[in-house]
């Protein structure tokens, strides 16, 4: 029996991810299995959005919030009483943006990722982030390599 929860809310994703504060994008899990994990968020919509330009919540910050629902993942899958592994975001591929801007989009949005392939080093996920009616507004590929050096070091 897994001793991960099925859901959480900011403060439980908050504390198995590296981003903390207002760079914790993501507002609940709404459910994940071994390989793939569905996250929600408005953060998008907040005047405080770490990611914010003065144009805006462009689109390709999407590929944060995926990012997020990754690491999460990882500390999910993580076998109970150990620590995700620390992991780097190292490319995307196949990205698609079908919207200029994340801010303008009305509700939450939708944020998942899917485990394609992966060894004890590197995992490849696809990951799609639509609004709340399932409309996609990003998606592509990312290549996640575990316990690099960069990954490791601590600030």
Do not use: K
């Not at 198995?16 to 994990?37: D, F, K, Q």
């Not at 998008?44 to 959005?49: F, L, R, S, V």
């Not at 009305?106 to 060894?119: F, K, N, Y």
């Amino acid at each position: 029996m897994s001793l991960a929860p099925a859901t959480l809310e900011r403060d439980g994703i908050a504390a198995r991810v590296p981003h903390h504060g207002s760079m914790c994008l993501l507002e609940r899990l709404e459910h994940w299995s071994a390989t793939e994990i569905l996250c929600s968020a408005t953060s998008h919509t907040h005047a405080d959005n770490p990611l914010r330009t003065p144009s805006g919540l462009l689109s390709v910050t999407a590929i944060e919030y995926a990012a997020q629902a990754m690491a999460l993942h990882g500390a999910l899958i993580a076998p109970p009483g150990t620590a995700a592994r620390p992991g780097y975001l190292a490319s995307v591929r196949n990205v698609r943006l079908t919207v200029p801007r994340l801010d303008q989009i009305v509700g939450s949005l939708q944020v998942r990722a899917e485990r394609l392939a992966g060894d004890a080093r590197q995992i490849l996920y696809g990951f799609a982030v639509s609004d709340e009616h399932g409309a996609l507004l990003v998606d592509g590929r990312a290549v996640v390599v575990l316990d690099t050096p960069l990954s490791m070091e601590q600030p």
